[in-house]
């Protein structure tokens, strides 16, 4: 029999959960608001210092969205993260050093047209040698574990990460590695144009005119190709996939080859624009990176794309921003704190589908 208490309350606990929606998507508000506020206030604060910045964080976020594809991509496919990930870039880093300053000889005395191909030269071999590199950590540490239970390919994964860390320490050193001698870019530091009144420089132009090519051809073979549609399948159903004919194994290498191919070259943009590199630089892009891809929605290729952009915005506005700004000790507190505010409010990120857990 039912009471009158009971009447009452079913009505009431019923209408709670409309009732958090409401509440979070005031929140989601009044945490944009702010967030445009301070932006507007910055801008009026100092429009050229507010260009200049913005400049530097769409360079950032296209070094980040080449490194935060090889995550989504490798989660799409096997749901691993892949924390090696952000160490092949690194390597990549220190590849494009030995190949452009140790044996073609780049120091920035060369033409323009002499850099150019000596560039690419680089970028080959750093894409290649991260692919294949990326390639083997598969199949010698994760592969086995492909049906183990998920935190052993995750501290596998981890492990990797330092090993790569110290491999790279051993055969490079400890210290910072500049891109030259002398420590300057090897390309010309002159202005090519102005935005704003702001100068924007050769360097800059390379990596956003590199990336975006580079994310083009990711989505068309991703979308388009026969190997592309053979990742999507297994992304779906790795069983059914098999029965299907399709080679699971040489379709995941696939994928592993074409995350490393993309770190190689992020690594290769990233040391051409800040002439310099650690054995440990990794581990915090890395961070960075795989923060992107779960903020866009992880295994969302244009989801990692607009996560990256995000990221080095936020980084670039905190770091070079003055008018009630942080600073640059608060980046990554600052990164991860809006992490989780879009998790809490939208846990697939911003781009991602909420589905359910794969058996």
Known sequence: MTTRAQAVRRPTLAALPR???????????VIV?????WVVGNFLHSPAQFVSVLLLGITLGAIYALVALGYTLVYG???LINFANGDVFMLGTMVTITVANGWLGLDGSQAW?????????ALLAAMALCGALNVA???????PLRNAPKLAPLITAIG??????NIGAAIWGFNERPLTNTGNSIFPANTLFKIGGV???AKSLIVVVTTIPVLLILRYLVQSTKSGKAMRAVAQDMDASRMMGINVDRTIAYTFALGGALAGAAGTLFVMFQTSTRFDLGFQLGLFAFTAAVLGGIGNLTGAALGALLIGLIQAFNEGLSWHTPGSDWTESITFAILILVLVFRPQGLLGEATADRA
Do not use: H
Request: charged share 15%; glycine share 2%; proline share 5%.
């Open 33 to 37: 608001g702010l967030f445009v506020v």
């Open 199 to 201: 100068p924007y420089q």
């Open 19 to 29: 009732f958090t929606k409401q509440i979070n998507r005031v929140a989601q508000w």
């Open 160 to 165: 990797m990460s330092f090993l790569l860390q």
């Open 113 to 121: 047209y002499v850099t150019v191909p000596f560039v690419l030269l």
């Open 77 to 79: 496919i096997i749901e």
């Open 137 to 143: 950590i598969e199949r010698i540490a994760y592969r």
